[in-house]
Every structure is written in C-alpha cells, then in structure tokens.
Nanobody
Framework: QLELVESGGGLAQPGGSLTLSCATS????????IGWFRQAPGKVREGISC????????NYADSVKGRFTISKDNAKNTVHLQMNGLKSEDTAVYFC????????????????????WGQGTQVTVSS
C-alpha cells in the first residue's frame, strides 16, 4: 500500500479558491499516475483530474475543466490541485490516489485504475 496524504481542504466562498496537496513518496510520484477524486454525500466517487507519471499528460472531468489545475512538485514529492471559481456543487471530500493510465485525452478518470488512496480532505463551498 502506497502512502498518500491530502491537505489543504477547508471552507471557501463561491467564486473563491483553494489548493489541495497530495504528499507522497518520490517512488510513487515517479512510478504511478496520481488522480484526484471527490465524493459528495449520497453520491458516487467522481474522478476529476489526473496526471500521468509516464508522459505528464493531464486530464480533467468536464465538471472542473477550466477551473481546476493539477500539477506536480517533484522537489516536494507533492501533487497539487488548484481550484478556482469554486461552486457550491464542488463541496465534497477530496481524495488523491495512485494508479495507472491518464496517458490519453479520451481516457476516463475511473476509480478502477487506482489502488492506493489517501484519507481525504473536506472541501466546503458556502457563503
């Protein structure tokens, strides 16, 4: 089991910004695709972004495209998710995970590709 630790969640106003971080090991960062998922109460876990370790390719769900940006900080062994233009519907527990894929733009961000998960961080968007 690979270790991944999320941080950066909290309360934001609609239209505001938050940056989530996923801290892991250099081995994990170099060897696995890192994905971000979220799960709102009563809803299924949704894949929202990923970054490939193989080619650096990034994907985004339509629900966050143009508002969220995923990036990798190799110096800190961390993957960030910059979230701008937050909406109330972005309220959820956010998870990062290590897996495979995310090498092509037409590839879905699916939980089945990820085997190791962090504990999650709560993001609440409310005025």
């Amino acid at each position: 089991q690979l270790e991944l630790v999320e941080s950066g969640g909290g309360l934001a106003q609609p239209g505001g910004s938050l940056t989530l971080s996923c801290a892991t090991s250099r081995y994990t960062l170099d060897s696995y695709t890192i994905g971000w998922f979220r799960q709102a109460p009563g809803k299924v876990r949704e894949g929202i972004s990923c970054i490939s370790s193989a080619n650096g390719h990034t994907n985004y769900a339509d629900s966050v495209k143009g508002r969220f940006t995923i990036s990798k900080d190799n110096a800190k062994n961390t993957v960030h998710l910059q979230m701008n233009g937050l909406k109330s519907e972005d309220t959820a527990v956010y998870f990062c995970a290590a897996g495979f894929g995310c090498d092509r733009s037409d590839e879905p961000i699916t939980t089945g590709h990820y085997g190791s998960w962090g504990q999650g961080t709560q993001v609440t968007v409310s005025s």
